[in-house]
Nanobody, 120 residues
């Protein structure tokens, strides 16, 4: 019913930048929140940033001032601009859309994830 697809991951040197994109498609009536989580090897998954359809944003303390989340509501797309990347930012980044309202009900959806590796 709903498909979440991320893109934009890759290998970058410390101090570099990457931009992640996430598109939600399908029988979507409304998506209030879209966000990004990440999980590094051996660590718990953590919220990186999320944004509501009204533009309210929250960031993890570890990325404040370096990452910027934005959204195009008309395209059901969310972006994560990552700058001043550090090796500790290395993780699989997954797009998350909770409580998506479709013609068939309300559910949470996750993307498959995209690898971000920060290394020299």
């Amino acid at each position: 019913q709903v498909r979440i697809v991320e893109s934009g991951g890759g290998l970058v040197q410390p101090g570099g930048s990457l931009r992640l994109s996430c598109v939600a498609s399908g029988s979507i009536l409304r998506i209030d929140v879209m966000g990004w989580y990440r999980q590094a090897p051996g660590k718990q998954r953590e919220l990186v940033a999320d944004i509501t359809s009204g533009g309210r944003i929250s960031y993890a303390d570890s990325v404040k001032g370096r990452f910027t989340i934005s959204r195009d509501n008309a395209k059901n797309t969310v972006y994560l601009q990552m700058s001043s990347l550090k090796p500790e930012d290395t993780a699989v980044y997954s797009c998350y859309a909770p409580r998506v309202i479709t013609a068939f009900g309300t559910s949470d959806y996750w993307g498959q994830g995209t690898q971000v590796t920060v290394s020299s």
